[in-house]
């Protein structure tokens, strides 16, 4: 695989599904997959990725928000392209893109990460790169400062967009790096849930001896801040301690000791003079992010993706095939057979696979059954009731993903002396 797509969501299903269509539409040349990791979202996002907008589409749905740059080493650690890109849920490809960005690559051996030119939905340009932080340059934007003259022109956003130029840092909203970079300076710090965590990436892979690059010929529309809109003062708290973990990690204690003193003079003074203005909106909202950002935070708890259908493409003579969609009915995967969006479910269907079944009733865990040609039997489980769609009779036998992994799967397949194939929709 030459290019994994890694998108982390959380609550942007209708962005999402535009995102999706953006790299469908726009593919690169080379071998590619998509892995969407959706962090717990009640918006209808997974069952959304569960109708597959297509083959090369993967899910990895977390029971719970697991953060942004934890999302992220979930789908990297699961995906095996030579090449990596982080995509924001919230943007738009645009064509070539995928392709001048691994060209780039390709024609600089030196380069490690080279980000894309975000646009704004107007098409204006978007800041998405920068010099690495300085508790200087730091303490200047915490105070609004670096927005104006004569300040902004060292500390501001870039005026312009080159076309390819080397930074310190470029935006992990259309971030592409080599998997042997990764391989050599680590994946995204889990420690950052929000936030810094593309910054702290960019400064380990410089410290390597790579080189970060922004292509400003390569155009990505980033609509930006859709998931942090959802809970602004509690994003804004969250950027606030990203940066002093970075500080404290690559600085040492006194720097980021200096810039929580700076952060927290900076909220009191936004709340004194949004009071003074009489603005409640504003009050609130930095009141609020004063309580998040004071208040202790727990150590992060292992995240586990809610349990996956057991996969194998090795079973080349399977006489019984499992369809999982969580309690889908055949009713979901027929339309897209005949679409052609199954392929290979067809050419099994066609290759002596004697029977397909489902779960009619959609369970409370999900769970991953296995069938065995073991004669005949009721298609029956005292749990679930199973639909017969292919003509043949079998006797079923549940395995729960949660309690038996893919080796005990074989282990009990390789004892009825039947070859077995689970399918998981979203992975074909």
């Not at 800041?127 to 400062?145: D, K, N, Q, V």
């Not at 292919?390 to 004892?415: C, D, F, K, L």
Request: proline letters at 6%.
């Amino acid at each position: 695989m030459d290019l994994s797509i890694v998108v982390v969501n959380w609550n942007t299903r209708a962005l999402l599904a535009q995102c999706l269509d953006s790299i469908d539409a726009h593919q690169p040349s080379c071998t590619f997959d998509v892995w969407v990791v959706d962090n717990a979202s009640a918006d209808g996002s997974v069952e959304l990725l569960r109708l597959s907008h297509s083959p090369h589409v993967h899910l990895i749905a977390n029971t719970a928000n697991a953060g942004f740059a934890r999302a992220n080493n979930q789908a990297i650690r699961a995906s095996t392209g030579h090449t990596v890109l982080l995509l924001n849920s919230d943007t738009v490809v645009q064509r070539g893109v995928l392709d001048d960005m691994l060209a780039f690559l390709d024609a600089h051996p030196q380069a490690g990460i080279v980000g894309a030119s975000l646009l704004n939905a107007d098409g204006t340009p978007q800041w998405c790169y920068g010099r690495f932080p300085t508790l200087l340059s730091e303490t200047i934007s915490a105070w609004g400062l670096n927005t104006r003259p004569p300040l902004s022109h060292w500390f501001g956003p870039p005026r312009e967009m080159p076309a390819a130029t080397g930074v310190g840092w470029v935006l992990g909203a259309a971030l592409m790096v080599r998997r042997a970079v990764l391989a050599q300076v680590g994946l995204l710090d889990e420690e950052y849930f929000m936030f810094s965590e593309e910054v702290d990436l960019a400064y380990r892979v410089a410290k390597a001896g790579w080189q970060n690059y922004v292509l400003g010929t390569a155009h990505i529309t980033h609509l930006g801040q859709q998931s942090t809109r959802q809970a602004p003062a509690a994003m804004k708290a969250e950027l606030f301690r990203s940066k002093l973990r970075y500080f404290r990690k690559h600085h040492g204690k006194f720097s980021a000791q200096w810039l929580r003193l700076v952060f927290s003079t900076s909220i009191l003074a936004k709340l004194c003079f949004y009071r003074l203005r009489r603005r409640p909106a504003h009050v609130t909202l930095w009141k609020d992010t004063w309580t998040h950002f004071t208040r202790p935070q727990p150590r992060p708890q292992p995240v586990q993706p809610a349990p996956r259908m057991a996969h194998t493409r090795h079973a080349s003579r399977a006489r019984v095939m499992i369809f999982g969609l969580d309690g889908g009915t055949f009713d979901v995967v027929k339309p897209l057979v005949a679409q052609g969006r199954l392929p290979h479910l067809a050419r099994l269907m066609q290759g002596g696979t004697h029977g397909i079944l489902d779960s009619t009733q959609p369970p409370i865990t999900p769970t991953a059954w296995t069938s065995f040609a073991t004669g005949k039997g009721p298609l029956r489980h005292q749990l679930f009731d199973f639909e017969r769609f292919v003509p043949g009779t079998y006797q079923t036998q549940p395995v729960a993903a949660n309690r038996h992994g893919q080796h005990s799967i074989w282990r009990i397949a390789s004892e009825h002396g039947k070859r077995v194939i689970a399918l998981d929709i979203p992975r074909w």
